[in-house]
């Protein structure tokens, strides 16, 4: 069965973060996730694999559907609940139906990382434009990095929060890369890149 399919992202996320958990808030159009939730992204390909895995990690266990999608390439979800065994479960469940473990998935790469101190007005109004969250501040520091397989932005996204005093001004994970944008002040900013950098890096995986 999985002599074609591609699990190009496997990331459990242990406890969602306050202002991470916020944010998925208000782009999910699944489960709403609240704070201190564990979640689970699995991004694979081909994408319609998507509506098959969602209904069995449904059905064997208690853990909720946040996000079913399915674009040009690949597909994402993901699945949370207040019991991380049940989250944990889901994936095991939708493993062990394609007869693959969590090593055979890609290895995130970052893309590029770009840190912007003092954020001209005009940038930070273009960027408040299309922004889901926090306002960017003129003045802030910006940091915006970008990974593949794009889901993983999720997991960099909530570890570097919980690292650092930062505000997520954005976070984007479906297609071939994933992206955050977050504010604060040059010392967190570059706390917050360090603990995103880190998380990325301590994930196994084939070579994408």
Not at 87 to 110: C, H, N, S, Y
Not at 121 to 131: D, K, M, S
Not at 177 to 199: K, P, Q, V
Request: hydrophobic residues 45%; aromatic residues 8%.
């Amino acid at each position: 069965m999985a002599e074609n399919f591609s699990l190009r992202c496997y990331c459990f996320l242990d406890r969602m973060q306050a202002q991470y958990a916020a944010f998925i808030g208000t782009v999910t159009q699944g489960d709403l996730p609240t704070e201190g939730m564990a979640s689970l992204y699995i991004e694979m390909a081909p994408g319609n694999e998507v509506f098959r895995m969602v209904d069995i990690a449904v059905k064997a266990t208690e853990a909720r559907p946040g996000a079913q999608i399915v674009e040009r390439e690949f597909g994402m979800f993901e699945v949370h609940s207040t019991n991380q065994a049940a989250v944990l479960e889901a994936g095991a469940v939708v493993l062990d139906r394609l007869g693959l473990k969590v090593q055979d998935r890609i290895r995130p790469q970052i893309a590029s990382t770009q840190i912007i101190t003092r954020i001209d007005p005009y940038q930070a109004q273009l960027l408040n434009r299309f922004r889901r969250g926090s306002m960017l501040v003129p003045g802030e520091t910006l940091l915006v990095l970008e990974c593949a397989p794009a889901a993983y932005i999720n997991f960099a996204c909530n570890e570097a929060e919980k690292k650092a005093s930062i505000n997520i001004i954005h976070v984007t994970s479906v297609g071939r890369f994933g992206r955050m944008w977050l504010s604060g002040t040059e010392s967190e900013i570059n706390s917050a890149c360090d603990a995103a950098t880190r998380a990325l890096e301590s994930l196994d995986g084939i070579n994408g």
